[in-house]
């Protein structure tokens, strides 16, 4: 196969970020419960997100900063509070994961917006152990603690071109209908068709987890993870 190779320092801002978004994928989507220190809720989805560490549970969120150099909401909030929960986007709340995406002032609840436009009942759960709520209505949730939050790259004026935000999971809520369980009482793989997540690919294309093929992993010596 012949490539072209495409060096990122040649390239302008809006043609990197979409060859990551096209190649990067498909992306999970955190979307993200976060409260400014005031108790204003806000909602908002964030793909640049991943799993990273298992013990302790933890995971990881690429949050740009706007191009007049301030932070985004989201940002803004887990920077004060140290505090977010990640609910699960399924198929049936995608219209609604995108209308939280829009860039609304700081005054808008998203969780209203969504209300308003009629296309999912998002009710807020309240969380074990951080303030900003969960959407009672996915099928799961984690709740989220700060832990480094490391700028990168350079945008306007003195703001990072981005900030990598890594959070532990404080507590992870699953559907009960979602969850089995070994005769010894351990928890089995959930269903990734039942979970339906809907991923991030290129452009404003996506995907869900419906269709799935599986593998076996090779064994080679001890079993690794
Ligand atoms: C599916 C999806 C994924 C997104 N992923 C990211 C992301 O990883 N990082 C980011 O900075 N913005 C991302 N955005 C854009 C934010 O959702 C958008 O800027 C939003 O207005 C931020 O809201 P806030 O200012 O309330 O935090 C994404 C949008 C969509 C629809």
Redesign the pocket.
């Known amino acids: 196969m012949e490539h072209e190779a495409i060096d990122p320092g040649s390239l302008p801002a809006r043609e990197a970020y979409q060859l990551m978004i096209d190649l990067v994928a498909p992306r999970p989507?955190a979307w993200v419960s976060s409260m400014d220190a005031n108790g204003r809720s806000?909602l908002?989805?964030?793909?640049?997100?991943q799993g990273v560490c298992s013990r302790p549970p933890t995971i990881v969120?690429?949050?740009?900063w706007r191009s007049d150099g301030t932070p985004?909401?989201?940002?803004a909030n887990v920077l004060a509070t140290g505090e977010f929960t990640v609910n699960h986007v399924r198929r049936e709340h995608a219209e609604a994961?995108?209308l939280t995406?829009?860039?609304?002032p700081p005054e808008v609840d998203?969780w209203d917006l969504v209300a308003r436009a009629g296309v999912a009942t998002l009710t807020p759960a309240p969380s074990r152990h951080v303030a900003p709520p969960r959407i009672a209505e996915a099928n799961a949730a984690l709740e989220c603690r700060l832990v480094h939050a490391i700028p990168l790259g350079r945008g306007r004026g003195s703001s990072p071109s981005?900030t990598l935000v890594i959070a532990e999971i404080a507590m992870f809520w699953v559907a009960r209908t979602l969850i089995e369980r070994d005769d010894r009482g351990r928890l089995r793989p959930l269903d990734p068709a039942r979970l339906a997540s809907v991923g991030?690919l290129g452009g404003i294309a996506y995907t869900d987890t419906v269709e799935t093929f599986s593998m076996r992993r090779p064994k080679v010596g001890s079993e690794g993870l």
């Open positions: 989507i806000n908002a989805p964030f793909s640049y997100y969120l690429g949050i740009s985004k909401d989201t940002l994961m995108n995406s829009g860039d609304h998203e981005s991030r």
